[in-house]
């Protein structure tokens, strides 16, 4: 295979290759290595490229396959990984330069999982500054670019994630999410982004934005490639006081079970009062096609969207000015001026409000929880729009403006704010040629239906083939 | 801080010196006053809702023990 077959395979793929040793792991990390040195100038999707250390990574794992050690599917796979992951060793700067020279002594478990079952870290991705931005803008690091056009964000706060698989750059990549910040920049560019329940998979070696809202996820080209990592990182683990007791599972073994009277709800609020034009075509046209499919679907009242939302910015604005109190008061301009004003609101946000807001988080789980009766999946668009301008700082919908945060986040962070699995898959494009996404989410720690659900979309369309051309 | 849910700019400089901020960085405080703004609309809506039989115990297991099935 040519270094161009090399990157283009899923992970499903390339492992089923490195198991039969009909590639090597070394050739596979090359043709990744040379694809990264012609696209980064444009896309700046790596804070830290780890080129030396990723070869040596490699060859060690091509050495135990050919000795007949072969650990799994992830054996000899590189994995992109967000700069909030602590890797032992390696710097991890969160995307700040207040936490540029940090070192972590350990691994976080994420990391630690994918190494166990034979990966290795190629790399530390872009991402908004302590991941509280929805779009790839980095005060510090410059701004990275969407794959299918360098004027446009690739979102965020996962930005380099999402941009790196996207561009072919790495197969996989891990994430954060805590308002929509696997499946936003999934969704802008074009790739599948998986959110697991809150507590399936530990966030130990995480910065934090928002203890109560944060998940670790998983950006991939495929959702069989994004389950199967599941596999890997879902589990119990006493250092998250997140973490759920779950009993292990196989993500993927229903994967290719078509879903049996699959019922589909559909918001008829909140959604729709502020929505791009070809994203709602590029939506119902999804809806249409797995009505083609035998699903149902429906409409369904929702009416606590709105609050919903608006607790989740109370709690995750709360908690993101208790983890950065100290710095923001004494080192407030080493933060990038938005990011700071962001974290700032935060100190005007009283107890009572917090907790009002925690309880309201609260009621909308228990309201969610009983729509669930009626439907197995709700979908929506993943964001409002396409991928604005680099540099929006307002965009206009149907002749309405809004803030570019609000567009990017509304819909998303709902599914945060409850902690409810929620899935990104490409489902169409907008005129301008920019992907558009599609949001499933279901019942907590129902993430395997949830998966298998989604891999049904991509089996009986082909959006999530479509590329950029690099 | 929030109590009175709306505040003027006067009330915000108060705010913002009880917060530990710098007064001196009138740019900055201005630039911040219309974000405090937009929290305080969301927390006005999210203090209409209705929850006097709702408790809390652990936010963070608040999906494991209610809802896992």
Redesign the interface.
């Known amino acids: 295979m040519n270094p161009e077959e090399l990157t283009n395979l899923t992970v499903v793929e390339a492992a089923s290759y490195i198991a039969k040793k009909t590639i090597s792991p070394v050739d596979l990390l090359d043709a990744y290595l040379k694809r990264i040195e012609r696209l980064e100038p444009q896309l700046n999707a790596f804070i830290l490229r780890l080129d030396s250390y990723a070869m040596e990574k490699a060859k060690t794992a091509e050495r135990e396959i050919v000795a007949g050690n072969y650990r799994g599917p992830f054996h000899g796979i590189p994995i992109g990984v967000k700069d909030l992951f602590w890797t032992e060793g390696i710097a991890t700067s969160s995307g700040s330069i207040l936490e540029a020279s940090f070192v972590p002594k350990e691994d976080s478990a994420a990391v630690a999982n994918f190494y166990r079952a034979g990966s290795y870290c190629i790399g530390k991705l872009h991402m908004s500054e302590f991941a509280f931005n929805g779009t790839s803008r980095n005060h510090h690091y410059g701004p990275s670019k969407n794959p299918w056009d360098f004027s446009k964000t690739a979102g965020g706060s996962s930005s380099g994630s999402a941009i790196s698989v996207a561009s072919q750059e790495a197969p996989i990549a891990l994430g954060t999410d805590t308002g929509g910040s696997v499946r936003l920049p999934a969704a802008l560019c074009g790739i599948t982004g998986i959110k697991p ?3 399936l998979v530990s966030r130990f070696g995480v910065t934090p934005l928002s ?2 809202m944060d998940h670790v996820g998983v950006l991939s080209r495929t959702v069989h490639d994004g389950a199967l990592a599941l596999n890997f990182l879902a589990g119990f683990d006493q250092r998250d ?2 973490s ?3 009993k292990k599972q196989d993500y993927t073994r229903d994967l290719d079970i078509p879903p049996r009277k699959l019922r589909i709800g559909v918001p008829k609020d909140f959604i729709w009062e502020v929505i791009d034009q070809d994203v709602k075509q590029a939506f119902w046209n999804s809806m249409t096609h797995m009505e083609s499919v035998g699903a149902e679907v429906k409409e369904m009242s929702i009416p606590f969207l ?2 919903c939302n ?2 989740g ?2 709690v995750q ?1 709360s908690e993101a000015a208790a983890y950065h109190h100290d710095n923001i ?1 004494s080192q ?1 301009d080493k933060y990038d ?1 938005t990011i ?3 974290i ?2 935060g ?4 107890a ?2 917090y ?9 909308c ?2 309201d969610m ?1 009983s729509l669930f009766e009626d439907v197995d999946v709700i979908a929506t668009p993943t964001v409002s729009i396409g991928a604005p301008n680099l540099t929006d700082a307002w965009v206009q919908i149907n002749g309405k403006e809004v803030t570019t945060r609000e567009a990017l986040l509304r819909i998303t962070r709902v599914f945060s704010t ?3 699995p929620a899935i990104s898959l490409p489902c169409g494009f907008t005129n301008e040629g920019m992907p558009v996404g599609l949001q499933l989410a279901s ?3 129902s993430d395997a239906m949830l998966a298998q659900t989604a891999n049904f979309y991509q089996q009986t369309t082909s959006w999530h083939t479509q590329l950029p051309k690099l | ?3 009175e849910i709306q505040i003027d700019f006067e009330t915000f400089l108060v ?1 913002s010196k009880q ?4 007064l001196s960085q009138e740019k ?1 405080l201005t ?2 006053f219309p ?2 703004q937009a ?2 609309q ?2 006005r ?3 209409q ?1 209705e ?1 006097t039989h ?1 408790g ?1 115990g652990s ?6 023990t ?4």
Not at chain 1, 347 to 350: P, Q, T, V, W, Y
Not at chain 2, 66 to 69: A, G, V
Request: aromatic share 8%.
């Open positions: 329940t809150f507590g203890w109560s006081p997140g759920a007791n779950t709105e609050l608006a607790a910015s109370i604005t008061i407030g001026p700071r004003r962001r700032e609101v100190l005007f946000i009283s009572e409000s907790l009002q807001a925690q309880r309201v988080r609260y009621k789980i228990k929880i409850i902690g409810f019942r907590p720690f | 801080m929030d109590r705010l917060a530990g901020l710098d900055h630039e911040l974000e405090v929290m305080f969301r927390i809506l999210v203090a809702s929850t709702i809390l936010m963070t297991n608040l999906i494991d209610e809802h896992r099935k």
